[in-house]
C-alpha cells in the first residue's frame, strides 16, 4: 500500500454497550494529528477473544468501568500492524511518513492502565491517532518498529504471539521482594539458624508469627488469619511456612498474598487437597514454591519447555493452542515428545494436518489424543505415553480448574505446569501443596505481555525463526469485523481471524474459500493451504488495498 495520503472520512466499529447489536460501523472524519501526535493507517488487525470479552460486559469490563459508552463508544482491535501517514510537527526527527509500527497494547502511562483498544481507540478502523500515552508511555515508546521483512498479518499476529512467549520468558522470585512485607508463619522446624539467614534477605517489614495452638485445627484457621489481615490490612509479598500446614490454614493464608505475591512451603510431605486459587495464580501472578529443606525459593530450572522432555498441551486445537504448538517445535531444543489432548472433529484434524509433518522433521514423537472420546481415560492415556514418570511440562490452553486440578498429579518430579487459560480470580482447584516442597513441581499463569516479549518475537520473525501467519485461517475487510467476531465468539475458525481495513468489498472468508475464488491466492500458499506474505500480497491487489 504506496499510497500515504489520508482520504477525508474513514470507517471504523464503535461499540454503544455490551453485546454485538450494540456495534456500529460509522464513518467518520479522518483526524489530524496534533503537534506530538502521530496520524497511522492501520493496516491489519487480528480478532482476539479478549474482544469477545468486551463486547459481553461492556461497559461492565474490568478496563471500562466508569465510562458512558453511549457518548463515549470503545474502538477495539490491538492486534494491529501500522503505517505512519503524517507526523505531527513536535515529532518530526523522530517518526517519518512511510515508517512501519506494530503496537504493544498493553499501554500504562503515568501507571494508568490505557491499553490500546479499551480506552485508547484502537485497530477496528481504517486510520488512527496515536498520541502521548504511547509514544511516552512508562514503559517507554509502545510502538515497535518493523521493517519490510514482515507482512501486515505476520506484524499483526506478534501481539497475540508475544503473549505465547511471555509464558516461557516468566521470571519467578527467587527470593523475598526486596523491601517487601513479609508473614513468617512457624509451624516446626529442625533448622532455626536458616531461618535466621533468610530474615537477613528481607529488607521489609516482618511478621512473625510463632507456633501458636489455632494454626493446628481446621476450625479456628479462618479466625487466625482474620487477626493477622486486621494488623496487615494490606496483605503480604512473601509468604514463608516453615512445617506441614493444614489445608484450611493454606488456604486462608493464601489470601493474604498481594499481587506478585510469593507463598513458599519447607516441609517433605503431602499436605492433602488444598483449594488453591488458580484464578490469581494467572491473573494475579501468584507463585507457589517450595523444599524439604533449605531454600524453598529455589527451583532448578526455568520456565522453558524441558529439552529432551515431555509435554503436554492440553486444548491447543485453537489459534493460540496452534501457536504454542508451533513455538514448541520451532525453539532449538525442543521437547522429545508432545502430547495433545483435543477433542476430536475438524480440530483434532487440523492439528494432525499443521504439525505431524514439522515434528518429524525437529525428530519429536508427537501424540494426538481425542479427549472427547477417551473421556475421563484421558488421563490414564497420558499417563501411559509417559512411561508412569509424568510430564515434564504441561500447559493448560482451556480454562477449567478442573482440568488444572486432574492434569497437576501428571507432573513429573520437578515439572511445571502454565495455566496459560486463565478463569476469575477465586476459582480454586484441589490441589496437594507439598508436592511443590516434595517433588519441586510450579504452576504459573501469565496474562498479556510486556514491551520486551513483544520484541522478541520480532526478532524471531526477523531471523526467519518463527512464521507469526502461519496460522491465519480467515481474512475479511472493514466491514466483515461483526461476522468475524461473531465467527470467533462461536469457534467457527481453526485459526486466526485477519481484518485488513483498506480491502475494498472483501467479506469474511477462509483461506480456502478465498483460493477456491482466486487460483493466484492458492498458488502462493504453503502446501496450498496455509497463508503466506506472497498470498497476502495478492489479497492486497486484488481487493484493490494497494491504490
Same mark, same amino acid.
Given at each position: $500500500? ?11 466499529? %464503535?461499540? &454503544? ?17 496534533? /503537534? ?72 500504562? &502511562? ?16 481504517? &486510520? ?5 500515552? @504511547? ?6 515508546? &509502545? ?7 514482515? =507482512?501486515? =498479518?505476520?506484524?499483526?499476529?506478534? %501481539? /497475540? ?5 511471555? +509464558? ?7 527470593? /523475598? ?7 513468617? $508463619? @512457624? ?14 534477605? @528481607? ?17 479456628? +484457621? ?125 480440530? $483434532? ?6 504439525? =505431524? ?23 490414564? +492415556? ?34 511445571? $505446569? ?93 483461506? =480456502? ?21 506472497? +498470498? ?12
Amino acid at each position: $500500500m504506496a499510497n500515504l495520503e489520508a482520504p477525508a472520512r474513514q470507517k471504523r466499529w %464503535e461499540l &454503544y454497550g455490551a453485546g454485538l447489536d450494540n456495534l456500529e460501523l460509522a464513518e467518520r472524519d479522518t483526524p489530524k494529528p496534533g /503537534p506530538g501526535e502521530l496520524l497511522v493507517r492501520i493496516d491489519a488487525c487480528g480478532i482476539c477473544f479478549s474482544d469477545i470479552k468486551i463486547l459481553n460486559l461492556g461497559p461492565n469490563h474490568p478496563r471500562l468501568q466508569g465510562r458512558d459508552l453511549r457518548t463515549d463508544p470503545v474502538v477495539m482491535g490491538h492486534e494491529t500492524s501500522m503505517t505512519v501517514v503524517s507526523v505531527g510537527e513536535d515529532l518530526r526527527g523522530r517518526f517519518e511518513p512511510g515508517q512501519r509500527f506494530l503496537i504493544q497494547a498493553d499501554v500504562y &502511562y503515568q501507571g494508568q492502565g490505557m491499553a490500546f483498544g479499551y480506552r485508547l481507540p484502537g485497530g477496528y478502523s481504517q &486510520y488512527q491517532v496515536i498520541g502521548h500515552e @504511547i509514544l511516552n508511555g512508562d514503559e517507554g515508546c &509502545y510502538l515497535i518498529p518493523i521493517t519490510d521483512r514482515f =507482512s501486515h =498479518s505476520q506484524a499483526a499476529l506478534c %501481539e /497475540p504471539w508475544a503473549c505465547v512467549e511471555a +509464558a516461557y520468558l516468566y521470571q519467578p522470585r527467587r527470593g /523475598p521482594k526486596p523491601g517487601g512485607q513479609a508473614l513468617l $508463619m @512457624i509451624l516446626e522446624t529442625d533448622e532455626p539458624r536458616e531461618i535466621l539467614d533468610e530474615l537477613k534477605q @528481607i529488607s521489609g517489614g516482618i511478621v512473625v508469627t510463632p507456633m501458636d495452638d489455632w494454626t493446628h485445627y481446621p476450625d479456628r +484457621a479462618a479466625a487466625g488469619v482474620a487477626a493477622i489481615r486486621a494488623e496487615n490490612p494490606d496483605g503480604f509479598d512473601d509468604i514463608l511456612v516453615y512445617g506441614r500446614p493444614i489445608p484450611e490454614l493454606t488456604q486462608e493464608l493464601t489470601k493474604l498474598l498481594r499481587p506478585g505475591g510469593v507463598f513458599a512451603i519447607q516441609d517433605a510431605n503431602s499436605l492433602g487437597a488444598t483449594p488453591v486459587d488458580v484464578g490469581s495464580i494467572h491473573y494475579r501472578d501468584h507463585w507457589y514454591t517450595g523444599a524439604p529443606q533449605g531454600d524453598a525459593y529455589d527451583w532448578k530450572r526455568s520456565t522453558e519447555l524441558q529439552p529432551g522432555g515431555i509435554a503436554w498441551f492440553i486444548g491447543a486445537g485453537g489459534p493460540l493452542g496452534q501457536m504454542h504448538l508451533q513455538r514448541a517445535l520451532s525453539i532449538p531444543h525442543p521437547p522429545a515428545k508432545i502430547i495433545v489432548t483435543q477433542n476430536g472433529g475438524p480440530r $483434532m484434524e487440523d492439528l494432525r494436518r499443521r504439525f =505431524s509433518g514439522l515434528a518429524q522433521e525437529r525428530g519429536v514423537e508427537f501424540v494426538l489424543l481425542d479427549a472427547k472420546e477417551l473421556g475421563e481415560g484421558v488421563y490414564d +492415556a497420558v499417563r501411559e505415553q509417559t512411561g508412569g514418570f509424568g510430564c515434564d511440562d504441561i500447559c493448560v490452553v482451556i480454562p477449567s480448574a478442573q482440568v488444572v486440578e486432574r492434569a497437576y498429579d501428571l507432573l513429573a518430579p520437578g515439572g511445571g $505446569m502454565d495455566i496459560f487459560a486463565g478463569v476469575a480470580v477465586g476459582t480454586t482447584a484441589n490441589l496437594d501443596l507439598g508436592r511443590i516442597a516434595a517433588h519441586g513441581v510450579r504452576l504459573w499463569g501469565t496474562s498479556g505481555s510486556s514491551v520486551a516479549d513483544l520484541r522478541t518475537i520480532v526478532d524471531k520473525v526477523e531471523r526467519g525463526e518463527l512464521e507469526t501467519g502461519r496460522v491465519v485461517a480467515a481474512v475479511g475487510g472493514i466491514e466483515a469485523v461483526k461476522s468475524g467476531l461473531e465467527a470467533v465468539r462461536d469457534g467457527v475458525f481453526l485459526g486466526k481471524t485477519v481484518i485488513y481495513p483498506h480491502c475494498k468489498d472483501l467479506p469474511l472468508l477462509t483461506v =480456502s474459500e478465498l483460493a477456491e475464488r482466486h487460483p493466484s491466492i492458492q498458488e502462493r500458499l504453503a502446501d496450498g493451504y496455509y497463508w503466506t506474505p506472497e +498470498a497476502e500480497a495478492e489479497l492486497l491487489r486484488l481487493y484493490g488495498a494497494t491504490a
